[in-house]
């Protein structure tokens, strides 16, 4: 059993060797680091049971290092560029599809200790839906189910209102001095993406739409059953980062903290 744990709660050696070269260097301006990979193996274990920081156990080190890095990487922007390495990797050895991007959004549940966030809750991607207490997801997944880019909003929120900002976060950098690349050839969707003002905003960027009508919108004879059906990749997508039970319930007060565990998940995904 405890092998078992051991293999559940840290990174493997193949994820580690690619992981490694993109973390921060344990000697710089002020004091060094400690040993990356215990550290990081501590937050993924918070990232996996959703577990306080107090209950990190001790093999990983002090639970105060182990938070306080993960707060300083994320207010830092770390774990957002080694997530934007490892695409700009991925799509250079042609793993990264932009054939078609799928997009979605999940509901998460807000547990009572992510309320009292100064500023207010809207400020902080918190919301009221049907399910409660909750911040919305939304994700854009490549063609092969791998997450590009999502947005946080309130539980109350509409998809149709951030496929944009969607659609224009997730830049990749590509071989050489040529622009980034955000937007993929076409955009697969369900009915909550049906609206008239979302088709005219794709079709004005150049990006194939893939997305049910309504009945009473009349019948769309360019509509790909065929591509459609491969829109359960996102939703297998969205399954996946819900394992991670830190993402599965919404414990953080800070969107920033949230954001920042998404980000360790999408990271591990792609690892």
């Known amino acids: ?20 070269p993109l973390l921060p260097s344990l000697v710089g301006l ?12 501590g937050i993924v274990w918070v990232l996996r049971t959703g577990a306080p920081w107090r209950d990190v156990p001790e093999r990983f080190g002090k639970w105060t290092t182990i938070a306080s890095r993960f707060r300083r990487w994320t207010v830092k922007g770390i774990w957002q560029a080694i997530w934007a390495e490892l695409q700009r990797l991925a799509d250079m050895q042609g793993q990264l599809d932009w054939s078609m991007h799928f997009v979605d959004g999940t509901v998460v549940r807000a547990h009572q200790c992510a309320a009292g966030a100064r500023g207010g809750q809207a400020a902080e991607a918190l919301g009221r839906s049907r399910g409660g207490f909750s911040t919305k997801i939304h994700l854009r997944a490549e063609g092969h189910g791998k997450p590009v880019a999502f947005v946080l909003s309130g539980g109350e929120r509409h998809e149709s209102k951030f496929l944009q ?4 976060t997730g830049a990749v950098r590509r071989a050489g001095r040529g622009r980034p690349r955000v937007r993929p050839d076409r955009i697969v969707g369900d ?7 979302t ?23 360019c509509f790909d059953a065929v591509v459609y059906k491969e829109r359960n990749k996102v ?3 969205v399954n996946r980062l819900k394992n991670f039970r830190r993402i599965a319930t919404r414990y953080d007060k800070r969107a920033a903290s949230y954001h920042g565990w998404l980000t360790i998940a999408a990271v591990l995904l792609w690892l």
């Open 1 to 20: 059993m405890y092998l078992f744990l051991l293999w559940r709660e840290e990174i493997k050696d193949e994820q580690w060797s690619r992981l490694e």
């Open 30 to 41: 002020g004091r060094p680091y400690l040993a990356h990979r215990p550290i990081v193996s």
């Open 165 to 168: 900002p969607l659609v224009e």
């Open 191 to 197: 009915k909550g993406y049906r609206y008239t003002t």
């Open 199 to 221: 088709r005219k905003y794709l079709h004005s960027r150049g990006i194939r739409v893939t997305i049910p009508r309504r009945k009473d919108q009349g019948d769309d004879l």
């Open 235 to 237: 939703e297998r997508l």
